[in-house]
């Protein structure tokens, strides 16, 4: 079986997983992840923070979104364009549909590059401990973060950290991978922390 099919066949288990997992064990997971990136050295270095705005059944950022504002930080969503690529848009608060549905910025809103010493918070269907991430196929971040220097880092409820996943060449692992058990960092990087914890996969 070629990669793209293993990848395939992975996300159809892995969304089925999804829809049969408990909402309120989730929102639980979500607490505790947003716990832990709101301790984490990078986030609160940060003055920018590129983030997702959450669709059910996504690690929930709202909270992390209102964060960040609430100490000042400049936030930003992604916005897809038909070309398949993204931007960076400033987040003030303003959210309109866009495509997939998912909500963003209105047309309009800065447009922003991340740049060293900001952090990006990047969503997927699951992650494995090199930091390599399985996304819902799009391709989309990988494009972006092939093309950006910051630290990235993946957030995922520990039932969807795995031990591998099916990698090509352009497959752009992420610093670190944050869980409701912890912080898992596949390898060091400025203003993470300096000893590897790994958290176990379920």
Known sequence: MSISREKEALRAD????LSQSDPAENAACD???TQQVLSLPAFQAAERVFAYCSVVPEVDTHALLAQARRRGKTVALPVTQSDGQMQFARYDGALVPGRFGIPEPPRGAQILLPQPGDLMLVPA???DRAGRRLG???????????????????????????DALPAEWNDVPVSAVITEDGIFCPQEKPGLPEEPRSVPSR
Not at 14 to 17: D, E, G, M, N, V
């Open 31 to 33: 607490v505790r992840i």
């Open 136 to 162: 819902r196929g799009g391709g989309y971040y990988d494009r972006f973060l092939a093309r950006v220097d910051c630290c990235a880092v993946g957030l995922i409820r520990a039932a969807f950290l795995l």
């Open 14 to 17: 892995l969304r089925a997983r």
């Open 125 to 127: 269907l699951a992650y």
